[in-house]
């Protein structure tokens, strides 16, 4: 994510499981079942778990990125977004000095839904964590550098997260385009 507020991240995050729902729903039949409520040392186990007309209880992760579009592109309501594209995909594995994201998911599949350019990228989550332990990805902070109340959260307790160039590891990802406006 990258508005760099919590409200706002939790708000466009749920959007992007807003998304993954309503295309595995529209594309592959899936049923929503719900979203996590078993939580573990301050960790949902996955965001959102479905049911598929030859598999039941699949669950997923869902990241929303924000910042992967094209500087400049004007938005729906007419608004431009100073984004820029990185190229990378930011693959979260410690927040407040804590291991999460990748390293505390129990779901069986990882989506990384790229909101403006309109692809979500799935890998089941333990190929996302083999990936990771056969490169020495970078490494790089990010996140949110304000809480909810606005005070400034100190660099070690922000999101630290992997950094994978999407071209390198495209290959090891379904990726799925997708219209918002169709879903």
């Not at 869902?62 to 693959?91: A, C, Q």
């Amino acid at each position: 994510m990258g508005n760099y507020n919590f409200s706002k991240d939790l708000k466009f995050g749920n959007i992007g499981e807003e998304i993954v729902a309503k295309y595995l729903t529209k594309c592959y039949g899936a049923k929503l079942i719900g979203k996590s409520d078993v939580i573990s040392e301050n960790h949902k186990h996955f965001d959102l778990s479905f049911e598929f007309p030859h598999s039941k209880n699949v669950t997923y992760e869902v990241k929303s990125e924000d910042i992967y579009i094209v500087p400049r592109k004007v938005l729906p309501n007419g608004k431009v977004f100073p984004g820029k594209d990185t190229g990378n995909l930011f693959i979260e594995y410690m927040c407040y000095q804590k291991d999460s994201g990748i390293m505390v998911t129990k779901a069986d599949w990882w989506a990384q839904v790229l909101v403006h350019i309109g692809e979500i990228w799935f890998i089941k989550s333990n190929e996302l964590k083999s990936l990771l332990n056969e490169k020495d990805y970078p490494k790089t902070i990010g996140g949110d550098s304000k809480d909810r109340r606005g005070n400034l959260i100190k660099e070690e307790d922000r999101a630290h997260g992997y950094l994978l160039p999407r071209k390198e590891v495209e290959e090891h990802f379904i990726i799925k385009k997708f219209n918002i406006k169709n879903l």
